[in-house]
């Protein structure tokens, strides 16, 4: 049965860090691509950034530099490490597989708001 589960998200001050996490079930997971999107209120939903199964990373160019995405396939689990936040990344967070492969059923996601 293939499920995602966020989690980590929360309000923080501009400049505070979160790492999220994502659980992924039903999927061979360790040689699936995973990614992390975001959808902020009137936008659409967007790419922030993707792993390969054996670890090869891209990001988005508005969180470059700020953000780190990681995988455990021992644990199944995908995280993104976020860190000098601004309010423009605020949203709701979701992983699932990269952009290139069928998305799976979309999770609740979580919210990460950025207060200035």
């Known amino acids: 049965q293939v499920q995602l589960v966020e989690s980590g998200g929360g309000l923080v001050q501009a400049g505070g860090s979160l790492r999220l996490s994502c659980a992924a079930s039903?999927?061979?997971?360790?040689?699936?691509?995973m990614a992390w999107y975001r959808q902020a209120p009137g936008k659409q939903r967007e790419l922030v950034a993707a792993i390969t199964g054996g670890g090869t990373t891209t990001y988005a160019d508005s969180v470059k530099g700020r953000c780190t995405v990681s995988r455990d396939n021992a644990k199944n689990m995908v995280y993104l490490q976020m860190n000098s936040l601004k309010p423009e990344d605020t949203a709701v967070y979701y992983c699932?597989?990269?952009?290139?492969?069928?998305?799976?059923?979309w999770g609740q996601g979580t919210q990460v708001t950025v207060s200035s």
């Open positions: 039903g999927i061979i997971f360790s040689i699936t691509t």
């Open positions: 699932n597989t990269g952009p290139k492969l069928r998305p799976l059923r």
